[in-house]
């Protein structure tokens, strides 16, 4: 079984900046691929941004580029999503995701994909006001 805990988010404003970490439990040794989802008032679930343990690549969705910048520390089987220049439309519910793939580019934050499949946290709020 594998366990995924977020923290962080809370409320800022709009240009302001936020951080928000996912620590893994359990059997995290297949987790190769993790990352974050994000789902607004209305919205549906869209990816954000991934990373792949191997060679440490990501993958950012053309939306948060130059601005969320995804990290992570496999000793600690965590994943580090810092969010800069927030906007208002950025407000939503991030969702912790992993996955086990074999090579870096499967590990994509997207609608479908190994990563869409895989374990899911309960998530963490995220408000940005303007």
């Given at each position: 079984q594998v366990q995924l805990v977020e923290s962080g988010g809370g409320s800022v404003q709009a240009g302001g900046s936020l951080s928000v970490s996912c620590a893994a439990s359990g059997y995290t040794a297949t987790?190769?691929?993790?990352?974050?989802?994000?789902?607004?008032?209305?919205?549906?679930?869209?990816?954000?941004?991934?990373?792949?343990?191997?060679?440490?690549?990501?993958?950012?969705?053309?939306?948060?580029?130059?601005?969320?910048?995804?990290?992570?520390?496999?000793?600690?089987?965590?994943?580090?999503?810092?969010?800069?220049?927030?906007?208002?439309?950025?407000t939503a519910i991030y969702y912790c995701a992993a996955a086990r793939v074999w090579v870096g580019s499967r590990c994509r934050a997207t609608s479908t994909g190994p990563l869409r499949d895989g374990y899911w946290g309960q998530g963490t709020q995220v408000t940005v006001s303007s």
């Open positions: 987790l190769s691929c993790m990352g974050w989802f994000r789902q607004g008032p209305g919205k549906e679930r869209e990816g954000v941004a991934s990373i792949y343990s191997g060679d440490g690549s990501t993958y950012y969705d053309d939306s948060v580029k130059g601005r969320f910048t995804l990290s992570r520390d496999n000793a600690k089987n965590t994943v580090y999503l810092q969010m800069n220049s927030l906007k208002p439309e950025n």
